[in-house]
């Protein structure tokens, strides 16, 4: 077995002589056998040796085979499974002093002192209690005799990292645990489909979710599920919430809505620390409405399923920091628990992170809601905020004198642009403003295309890919700002948002630099990124791409199964034009051996490794071959050239199939994460455009997610951000993660 792919350099080995111990206990997550399988594969391209611990703590603890070596063959068909393949359980013996004992000779008879431990705050507890007991269990081993003094002395500390799996992202200091992104994706398929029969009954639905101390998935899925309202564990409802639900939902019904849809996370209590049931919300809702409602407890389906594809690429690139972790600590350091904040991993001193996660609880005890909320940081607060002006709106009929703001979508067509529509116009109507639709792009500007858009009329756009407004990938000549202008003029519109991708950046660039040569072309405009390319300026996440990249990975999980039976390599195009995001990252997600990047670039000495390397490893054994191409990755060495130049050179080992994945990725109904970032983004849009309001100024801004944060920026930086050869920005943090790539994708020979 080579140690990095063909044509790339070797890795230094750090682990050589060193052994690594794994364990997932607790709940089980999605995402854990990703995790698992980088722990292995990152290790053995390092140069150690990776021992599974079986059940958790207590196979630690019973030893033989429980703890048994994985190489990297044994983790080939894992990164798509749910749950966790060796296993966990909640450990008792573990609990106890002569438990550990019993755990750290079966470890040291394997020549163990670094551990990957992937579970919840108790079993991240638990580890930091055997790391500080570990000089004294030595002690004592030697004492009785179970060791030697030698192996005492050649394994003077225990070495750890811990990753989180958690399906309610409990922990404090992370944006995301491991898992938590799918039950997300669980929880919204449910209100999804539920919304359909409730509809046809006219029914209203309440859904149980789990969370006994944490309300990320209640609060996040009644966002992203459209529901009218929810009840979580850290902001307890006044008194009276009952009259004031049983109002939202009836607002709805009177504005056309045939559905009602509660959301009760099963840790949910009111201000005096009574439980709130979904049962209790069922019947208040028939006792005060007398209509037809059911409960719908989600349960363990929430842990269970595919892991989506942020629960692949993401614990991929944790499980590969673990291991870089345990393999450069020395003995007196204290092991962290690893984690994302914005997109960066971050390293979390375990005992701090358990702390603050179990402070949690204990403020809501105490009936300390604020500092609950405070504690989940600024994204929960303000998706509260958020939630609650959608479902109890300031105003839905604008005052005569409301600001016209229009909304206009521009560039390629990415899921979840209807979903920034329809939150931008109802959180407009709440803060008292007339929205106005632009259809079919910057021509329908042109031409006076534009009609008003209230309440009712996006009551289905949540759901629904596509743009319903029209879009086109049109940037204005300069000839044309005149009539723009004039139809700006004519339909008062105020401040423009546009919601889309390059194009649309361009031409409001375009509008707001020639903005002193047309009467009414000085108004403000905000650019919200919208593609699925994810290669817009400001933003290291698009609308859109979240989507896309989870219909790329379904796509090669099922591309991957036809080729089970026989010797296949599969060579997968991907979009993306001149940025190799979906590529990367659906390489990571779906398992490929190999990525074709522009950023990159490809060379004939490359593809020469890559042919022998391939030859050798099917003459070896292998039976499957994934590569990905990103579509503009090289104009000359197409994905047909690729897929003809490996059956050519194949000599009849395997043969090659080409498959271009196209539009299917602009289509289908955005993921829970895109509605999310749909509506944060433009919430911050509606912000900055009433700021320029406010202060009567005409200032343009382009806005992203930076770092977990939504910020904006002035348009006159725009290009700056830019490399407009390619159209992509000049700096894309994801790139970070191609060693990760290299150090997971099977390089067997």
Same mark, same amino acid.
């Not at 509660?262 to 049962?279: F, H, K, L, W, Y």
């Given at each position: 077995?080579?140690?990095?792919?063909?044509?790339?350099?070797?890795?230094?080995?750090?682990?050589?002589?060193?052994?690594?111990?794994?364990?997932?206990?607790?709940?089980?997550?999605?995402?854990?056998?990703?995790?698992?399988?980088?722990?292995?594969?990152?290790?053995?391209?390092?140069?150690?040796?990776?021992?599974?611990?079986?059940?958790?703590?207590?196979?630690?603890?019973?030893?033989?085979?429980?703890?048994?070596?994985?190489?990297?063959?044994?983790?080939?068909?894992?990164?798509?499974?749910?749950?966790?393949?060796?296993?966990?359980?909640?450990?008792?013996?573990?609990?106890?002093?002569?438990?550990?004992?019993?755990?750290?000779?079966?470890?040291?008879?394997?020549?163990?002192?670094?551990?990957?431990?992937?579970?919840?705050?108790?079993?991240?507890?638990?580890?930091?209690?055997?790391?500080?007991?570990?000089?004294?269990?030595?002690?004592?081993?030697?004492?009785?005799?179970?060791?030697?003094?030698?192996?005492?002395?050649?394994?003077?500390?225990?070495?750890?990292?811990?990753?989180?799996?958690?399906?309610?992202?409990?922990?404090?200091?992370?944006?995301?645990?491991?898992?938590?992104?799918?039950?997300?994706?669980?929880?919204?398929?449910?209100?999804?489909?539920?919304?359909?029969?409730?509809?046809?009954?006219?029914?209203?639905?309440?859904?149980?979710? *789990?969370?006994?101390?944490?309300?990320?998935?209640?609060?996040?899925?009644?966002?992203?599920?459209?529901?009218?309202?929810?009840?979580?564990?850290?902001?307890?409802?006044?008194?009276?919430?009952?009259?004031?639900?049983?109002?939202?939902?009836?607002?709805?019904?009177?504005?056309?809505?045939?559905?009602?849809?509660?959301?009760?996370?099963?840790?949910?209590?009111?201000?005096?620390?009574?439980?709130?049931?979904?049962?209790?919300?069922?019947?208040?809702?028939?006792?005060?409405?007398?209509?037809?409602?059911?409960?719908?407890?989600?349960?363990?389906?929430?842990?269970?399923?595919?892991?989506?594809?942020?629960?692949?690429?993401?614990?991929?690139?944790?499980?590969?920091?673990?291991?870089?972790?345990?393999?450069?600590?020395?003995?007196?350091?204290?092991?962290?628990?690893?984690?994302?904040?914005?997109?960066? &991993?971050?390293?979390?001193?375990?005992?701090?992170? &358990?702390?603050?996660?179990?402070?949690?609880?204990?403020?809501?005890?105490?009936?300390?809601?604020?500092?609950?909320?405070?504690?989940?940081?600024? /994204?929960?607060?303000?998706?509260?905020?958020?939630?609650?002006?959608?479902?109890?709106? /300031?105003? &839905?009929?604008?005052?005569?004198?409301?600001?016209?703001?229009?909304?206009?979508?521009?560039?390629?067509?990415?899921?979840?642009?209807?979903?920034?529509?329809?939150?931008?116009?109802?959180?407009?109507?709440?803060?008292?403003?007339?929205? $106005?639709?632009?259809?079919?792009?910057?021509?329908?500007?042109?031409?006076?295309?534009?009609?008003?858009?209230?309440?009712?009329?996006?009551?289905?756009?949540?759901?629904?890919?596509?743009?319903?407004?029209?879009?086109?990938?049109?940037?204005?000549?300069?000839?044309?700002?005149?009539?723009?202008?004039?139809?700006?003029?004519?339909?008062?519109?105020?401040?423009?948002?546009?919601?889309?991708?390059?194009?649309?950046?361009?031409?409001?660039?375009?509008?707001?630099?020639?903005?002193?040569?047309?009467?009414?072309?000085?108004?403000?405009?905000?650019?919200?990124?919208?593609?699925?390319?994810?290669?817009?300026?400001?933003?290291?996440?698009?609308?859109?791409?979240?989507?896309?990249?989870?219909?790329?990975?379904?796509?090669?999980?099922?591309?991957?199964?036809?080729?089970?039976?026989?010797?296949?390599?599969?060579?997968?195009?991907?979009?993306?034009?001149?940025?190799?995001?979906?590529?990367? *990252?659906?390489?990571?997600?779906?398992?490929?051996?190999?990525?074709?990047?522009?950023?990159?670039?490809?060379?004939?000495?490359?593809?020469?490794?890559?042919?022998?390397?391939?030859?050798?490893?099917?003459?070896?054994?292998?039976?499957?071959?994934?590569?990905?191409?990103?579509?503009?990755?090289?104009?000359?060495?197409?994905?047909?050239?690729?897929?003809?130049?490996?059956?050519?050179?194949?000599?009849?080992?395997?043969?090659?199939?080409?498959?271009?994945?196209?539009?299917?990725?602009?289509?289908?109904?955005?993921?829970?994460?895109?509605?999310?970032?749909?509506?944060?983004?433009?919430?911050?849009?509606?912000?900055?455009?009433?700021?320029?309001?406010?202060?009567?100024?005409?200032?343009?801004?382009?806005?992203?997610?930076?770092?977990?944060?939504?910020? /904006?920026?002035?348009?006159?930086?725009?290009?700056?951000?830019?490399?407009?050869?390619?159209?992509?920005?000049?700096?894309?943090?994801?790139?970070?993660?191609?060693?990760? $790539?290299?150090?997971?994708?099977?390089?067997?020979?």
């Amino acid at each position: 077995m080579t140690s990095d792919l063909p044509g790339t350099a070797a890795p230094e080995q750090i682990g050589a002589g060193k052994r690594i111990g794994i364990l997932t206990s607790g709940g089980d997550a999605q995402g854990m056998n990703a995790a698992v399988r980088a722990v292995v594969r990152t290790a053995v391209s390092l140069g150690a040796r990776v021992y599974a611990v079986y059940e958790g703590y207590q196979g630690m603890v019973d030893g033989g085979t429980g703890i048994r070596e994985l190489a990297w063959d044994n983790v080939g068909s894992i990164l798509g499974k749910g749950g966790t393949i060796i296993g966990t359980f909640r450990s008792k013996d573990f609990r106890e002093y002569d438990g550990r004992k019993r755990a750290a000779a079966n470890l040291l008879e394997h020549g163990i002192d670094r551990l990957i431990v992937i579970g919840g705050d108790g079993s991240l507890s638990g580890l930091d209690q055997f790391r500080a007991e570990w000089t004294q269990i030595l002690t004592d081993l030697v004492a009785s005799k179970d060791i030697t003094q030698e192996t005492a002395d050649a394994h003077p500390a225990l070495m750890f990292a811990g990753l989180v799996g958690s399906i309610d992202n409990d922990l404090v200091g992370t944006d995301m645990t491991i898992g938590a992104d799918t039950a997300l994706h669980r929880i919204v398929d449910a209100i999804d489909a539920l919304s359909s029969t409730a509809a046809s009954h006219q029914r209203s639905f309440v859904v149980e979710v *789990m969370g006994r101390h944490c309300g990320y998935l209640g609060l996040m899925s009644a966002i992203a599920g459209g529901c009218d309202y929810v009840l979580v564990p850290e902001n307890p409802p006044e008194e009276g919430w009952e009259e004031r639900m049983c109002h939202a939902l009836a607002r709805g019904r009177a504005g056309g809505r045939r559905d009602s849809m509660v959301v009760v996370a099963e840790g949910a209590c009111d201000r005096n620390g009574q439980p709130i049931t979904s049962e209790y919300v069922r019947k208040v809702i028939e006792d005060n409405l007398h209509e037809d409602a059911r409960v719908t407890i989600l349960g363990h389906v929430q842990r269970g399923g595919v892991p989506s594809a942020y629960d692949r690429w993401a614990s991929t690139w944790l499980g590969y920091e673990a291991v870089r972790e345990v393999l450069s600590a020395e003995p007196g350091t204290t092991g962290p628990v690893i984690g994302f904040r914005g997109n960066r &991993v971050t390293r979390v001193p375990l005992v701090e992170a &358990v702390a603050n996660t179990r402070k949690v609880p204990e403020l809501i005890a105490s009936g300390d809601y604020a500092g609950a909320m405070a504690m989940r940081g600024g /994204s929960f607060t303000e998706a509260a905020q958020i939630l609650a002006e959608l479902v109890e709106p /300031s105003r &839905v009929d604008a005052p005569e004198e409301s600001k016209r703001i229009a909304i206009i979508h521009a560039g390629g067509l990415a899921p979840g642009m209807n979903a920034a529509a329809r939150d931008a116009v109802r959180l407009g109507i709440s803060r008292g403003h007339t929205m $106005l639709g632009v259809h079919n792009g910057f021509p329908g500007l042109r031409d006076g295309d534009i009609g008003e858009l209230e309440w009712g009329d996006v009551e289905n756009w949540l759901t629904d890919g596509g743009a319903d407004l029209g879009l086109r990938r049109t940037v204005p000549s300069v000839e044309e700002l005149y009539r723009i202008s004039r139809s700006i003029e004519d339909h008062r519109i105020d401040a423009l948002l546009m919601i889309g991708g390059w194009n649309g950046y361009q031409a409001a660039e375009l509008l707001h630099r020639e903005r002193a040569k047309f009467p009414a072309g000085g108004l403000p405009i905000v650019c919200v990124p919208a593609s699925i390319d994810n290669n817009l300026p400001g933003s290291e996440l698009a609308i859109g791409a979240d989507t896309a990249l989870n219909v790329i990975t379904e796509a090669i999980d099922r591309i991957k199964m036809s080729g089970s039976a026989s010797k296949r390599a599969f060579v997968v195009e991907t979009m993306g034009r001149w940025c190799g995001y979906l590529a990367l *990252m659906g390489g990571l997600a779906g398992g490929a051996e190999r990525v074709y990047l522009h950023e990159e670039g490809i060379s004939l000495d490359d593809l020469s490794a890559d042919v022998e390397w391939l030859r050798n490893s099917f003459a070896s054994g292998r039976k499957l071959f994934l590569a990905v191409r990103n579509e503009n990755a090289n104009a000359l060495y197409t994905t047909d050239f690729l897929a003809r130049l490996l059956e050519q050179e194949g000599r009849n080992l395997y043969d090659v199939r080409q498959n271009v994945l196209g539009h299917i990725q602009q289509g289908g109904c955005p993921t829970a994460f895109d509605r999310l970032l749909a509506v944060r983004l433009v919430s911050r849009a509606l912000d900055v455009i009433n700021a320029e309001f406010t202060a009567g100024t005409r200032n343009s801004w382009y806005l992203g997610l930076v770092q977990s944060k939504v910020t /904006s920026f002035p348009m006159e930086h725009m290009l700056d951000e830019m490399d407009l050869r390619y159209n992509r920005p000049k700096e894309q943090w994801w790139l970070a993660l191609r060693p990760v $790539l290299k150090a997971v994708a099977d390089a067997t020979s």
